[in-house]
């Protein structure tokens, strides 16, 4: 599955508001931090299907939060 330009600007929009370290953002998200680096860092998006449904479920959560 490939993560879209959209869903890695807002995972770093949200790292960032939320301040997270990568070690944060990986137990936040259940993502390895070296795959969640080579995400942000290398614009690699070309991930499995776990790994994409947990970003955008984390994605999605933490914009909804928002709302509550």
């Known amino acids: 599955m490939e993560l879209t330009q ?5 995972m770093k929009r949200k790292r960032g508001e939320l301040d997270l370290t990568l070690i944060g953002l990986e137990k936040e998200t259940g993502v ?27 994605i999605i959560d933490e914009y909804t ?4």
């Open 6 to 10: 959209q869903q890695v600007r807002a």
């Open 65 to 68: 939060a928002k709302e509550n």
């Open 32 to 58: 390895s931090r070296w795959t969640l680096s080579s995400i942000l860092k290398q614009g690699h998006v070309h991930v499995n299907s776990a790994t994409f449904k947990r970003i955008n479920d984390w």
